[in-house]
């Protein structure tokens, strides 16, 4: 029977049937949203992150999954900070870190390469790195690895120090980059083919997937090596050669500034399937060797150490004294020379092999250099740390037999990596970390947020873990730098274990490199840790400072951190827009402040 409004109104059940209505519309509301979303958990490096829901979107069969993009709310707010430019004639290429003159003037020698090393000012950037005059988006890859705006690194001197040697060549409003250097008359496709014909064990691509350049020049050799399947951190010091690492960069090949000299590199133990060097210029049996057992620290077992350099091939006194040297250094330890010859345009090459067995250390007459102090290594040991002059003892599983060779590329990817801890739960996190990563970054991250992914090419993700979101990009034209933090667990061994690439650094200290060369820079539930010890606006300013301007940085974080960071990136004159408060897409613009 029909009940009339005048009698629900002349009996007063307006409230009772109100109520009930808001109640159905919210039980609707919670069971839809409840079907629309799974609860993916975030990385587990911070023990105090909670697990929050994502957004996935899916259909009946998992293959066709059906990709929507999120709903996102712009930041309006501003942190009304005053930005002043970087003043003096390197602002634009200022690198704090590597640009310390006060420091570096003071420096008692500089006979190991102290003044390249990392003397990082005693307060933050707090100005904003100008453009260069008539700076332009880079070229798209892999049009950029052949050919770079010259107004984006606009440094002839190179051009001219080398112009015998075909490594850069200026024409019109581009610089040109032939694959020509030092070692490569021929090319350098040449000269890796030449390698690998020299020591069929070496399998570009297969076996040997992850490859250090020492002194890299433009990073050519590893530029090619991409079409191998290599992926090579190609490294230099800030030299008179005037921007090779900028060059690098802005052609879209890994690299970084460091420098083989008083300290150990940001690389982890037994890391790199082979190490490269075309007359790199570093005094290799300096301090009795000291050098040469830092590539050892960071060698994999068996890996190997590629040489070419004028001591090979050339007889003269001084190269005799420095081939002499070579011999007895890596006699001592425990290298063997698996390979040495010329090619057709008379460039020698020597390749070494570190030993996969502790046998020959334990047969030498003489215990030198020593194996170093065995410590159940749960902490970062590189940062900051002075060469040592012992010997690394080879790694070993949970049942004390010498860790194996990762398996091949592309398999390596996914399989469990060598170097993984021994504990209980460490498959079962690494699994479940590969595929939270999976399906955040194809159900969210590609489709999802406002990035254009076809003009990302260099990446960094600040806080790595098991480098989970690098490997869920592998098959896009990228690459990542996965950088492990200082203050985090140390998982960088299983990084390159997965045939990926990355560096320790500390984010409350200024990164190695140039202004301008990352694409997109990534962190998952960082910043509320690093707010601990560092300001926040600090290290926003270096993030802009490394992004190219429309490049990204892109945050997984708390509400309350992104509250933080979209005032402040907003004031820098980014886009910002937040995505299920969870999501921070800030994308960088021209905007610089006036002088």
């Known amino acids: 029977m029909a009940i009339s409004v005048e009698r629900l109104l002349r009996e007063r059940k307006c409230p009772f049937i109100f109520t009930l209505l808001v109640f159905v519309i919210c039980v609707t509301i919670l069971t839809f949203t409840k079907n629309a979303t799974s609860t993916l958990d975030p990385i587990g490096f911070y023990p105090d992150v909670k697990p929050q829901p994502v957004a996935h979107f899916s259909s009946p069969a ?9 709903k996102g709310e712009p930041f309006s707010d501003d942190a009304n900070i005053d930005w002043k430019l970087c003043k003096g004639h390197y602002a634009v290429d200022y690198v704090p870190c590597l640009d310390n003159l006060k420091v570096i003037k003071a420096l008692r020698t500089r006979r190991h390469m102290e003044h390249r090393e990392r003397h990082c000012p005693p307060s933050p950037l707090h100005c904003l790195v100008p453009l260069p005059r008539g700076y332009k988006v880079p070229l798209p890859w892999p049009k950029c690895r052949d050919m770079i705006w010259y107004d984006n690194v606009p440094h002839p001197k190179l051009v001219e120090y080398k112009k015998e040697q075909n ?3 200026k024409s019109g409003d581009y610089l040109f980059f032939p694959g020509g250097g030092t070692q490569f008359k021929e090319g350098v496709n040449h000269y890796t083919e030449f390698i690998e014909k020299t020591l069929p064990a070496i399998q570009w691509g297969k076996n040997i997937r992850v490859v250090l350049d020492v002194g890299c020049g433009v990073a050519s050799f590893g530029g090619f090596l991409l079409d191998k399947n290599v992926i090579t951190m190609s490294f230099a010091p800030k030299d008179e050669h005037e921007a090779q690492i900028q060059f690098a960069l802005e052609r879209g090949i890994p690299a970084t500034h460091s420098v083989i000299g008083t300290q150990k590199l940001t690389f982890p133990d037994n890391g790199f399937d082979l190490i490269h060097c075309a007359r790199c210029r570093v005094h290799w049996d300096a301090d009795g060797g000291k050098p040469l057992f830092e590539l050892n620290r960071i060698l994999r077992p068996g ?3 590629a040489w070419s350099a004028t001591p090979v091939y050339r007889d003269d006194e001084r190269d005799r004294k420095v081939w002499n040297a070579m011999v007895t250094v890596t006699k001592a330890m425990c290298w063997t020379v698996v390979a040495k010859t010329l090619d057709s345009s008379g460039i020698g090459l020597v390749i070494y092999q570190k030993p996969t067995s502790s046998s020959c250390y334990q047969e030498r007459k003489e215990n030198t250099p020593p194996l170093c102090e065995y410590s159940d290594k749960k902490s970062i040991s590189s940062w900051y740390a002075r060469l040592s002059g012992c010997l690394i003892p080879l790694p070993v599983d949970g049942e004390g037999n010498i860790q ?21 739960d460490a498959t079962e996190k690494f ?7 999976s399906e955040l970054v194809s159900d969210v991250y590609i489709d999802g947020l406002s990035i254009n992914w076809s003009s990302v090419r260099n990446v960094m993700d600040m806080n790595a873990g098991y480098a989970g979101f690098a490997a869920s990009l592998v098959d896009l034209p990228v690459w990542v730098m996965n950088v492990v933090p200082i203050d985090m667990p140390d998982t960088l061994t299983t990084i390159f274990d997965r045939g990926l690439i990355g560096l320790y650094h500390d984010w409350c200290e200024s990164l190695s490199t140039y202004p301008r060369t990352y694409d997109l820079v990534h962190a998952s539930f960082l910043f509320k840790h690093l707010e601990q010890r560092c300001e926040i606006v600090d290290v926003v300013v270096e993030i802009d400072r490394i ?14 951190m992104m509250n933080k960071l979209g005032p402040v990136l907003h004031s820098l004159h980014w886009s910002v827009t937040l995505y299920q408060n969870r999501f ?7 905007w610089r402040p006036r002088r």
């Open 62 to 70: 998992p293959e066709k999954r059906q990709r929507l993009a999120l």
């Open 167 to 169: 490594w850069v060549v």
């Open 303 to 305: 890996g190997f150490f």
């Open 404 to 424: 194996s060779w990762p398996m091949s590329w592309p398999q390596r990817l996914t399989a469990i990596p060598p170097s993984l801890s021994s504990e209980s």
């Open 431 to 437: 699994l479940n970390d590969t595929k939270h990563w």
């Open 547 to 560: 992004v190219r301007p429309d490049g990204y940085v892109l945050v997984e974080d708390s509400v309350e």
């Open 584 to 590: 921070l897409v800030g994308k960088k613009s021209f």
